[in-house]
């Protein structure tokens, strides 16, 4: 049985996650911003809430800490927190948008990652899935006949390719942790206006997998449902 932490698992994909995660016999930490529609959802799926805000360093050790005081180790780290400003192109794109996104979707991971390296090295098995898209990945977007050529998030593309990168470096830098990028698809969720036809249990299955990787799995890889992904 892991113990696992889903940023972001109050709704969506991350909810679907910990839902999956939960099902499979796991120790689940629901970590929310908003401590109402995080313990709401905690108690939904039978996981265990922590409030957490990836763009505050306060909240993100108090979390971790309550994580060390009731468990002592986590085993896996899923960073799936993450900001969509809905643009396609560059009209109404400015700095603060930027900065927004770049702070959640990519800075956030680092700050949650860090914060839970220590609790990780405690693990016989530890692994950290980072949520991408195939918005990130270069050999997609610019392939012609890709459904992600179309698309012109011009920041949201840069911060999952920013999250793709970070994947690869703390593999290297930490080759005791197995560390993996995964693409969900494109899914019916708040952050995509629920316009997407699939369902986030679907997106969900792939993280689950990832996260449930043994000491010989991969590490340094993107991943979709159908196998990895170039980068």
């Given amino acids: 049985m892991s113990v696992v932490l889903v940023t972001g698992a109050n709704k969506g994909l991350g909810y679907e996650t910990a839902r999956r995660l939960v099902r499979d016999g796991h120790i ?10 995080g313990r709401a959802a905690a108690e939904e799926l039978g996981a265990r809430f922590v409030q957490l805000d990836v763009t505050d360093d306060d909240s ?3 979390a971790l800490g309550t994580i060390e005081d009731a468990e002592g180790r986590l085993d896996v780290l899923v960073n799936n927190a993450g900001v969509f400003d809905g643009l396609d192109g560059a009209d ?12 959640t979707n990519a800075v956030g991971v680092v700050r949650v990652t860090q914060a839970a390296l220590a609790l990780l090295h405690r693990s016989d098995c530890p ?8 918005l990130g990945s270069f ?19 840069a ?4 999250v ?15 560390f993996n990028a995964v693409d969900p698809g ?3 969720t708040d952050l995509h206006g629920n316009a997407a036809a699939a369902d986030p249990a679907v997106g969900a299955e792939v993280v689950a997998r990832l996260a449930s990787i043994g000491v010989d799995g991969p590490t340094g890889g993107f991943f979709d449902k159908d196998g990895e992904l170039a980068w």
């Fill in 60 to 62: 993100v050790e108090d």
């Fill in 186 to 188: 494109f899914l019916a």
């Fill in 92 to 103: 109404g794109l400015t700095g603060p948008i930027a900065h927004d996104q770049f702070e």
């Fill in 139 to 157: 050999a997609l977007v610019t392939e012609p006949t890709s459904h992600q050529f179309g698309v012109h998030s011009i920041v949201y593309s």
């Fill in 164 to 178: 793709d990168m970070l994947t690869v470096r703390y593999a290297q830098a930490v080759p005791s942790v197995r």
């Fill in 28 to 37: 689940v930490y629901a970590a929310a911003r908003s401590p109402e529609r």
């Fill in 127 to 134: 692994v950290v899935v980072n949520v991408s898209s195939g």
């Fill in 159 to 162: 911060t999952k390719a920013a």
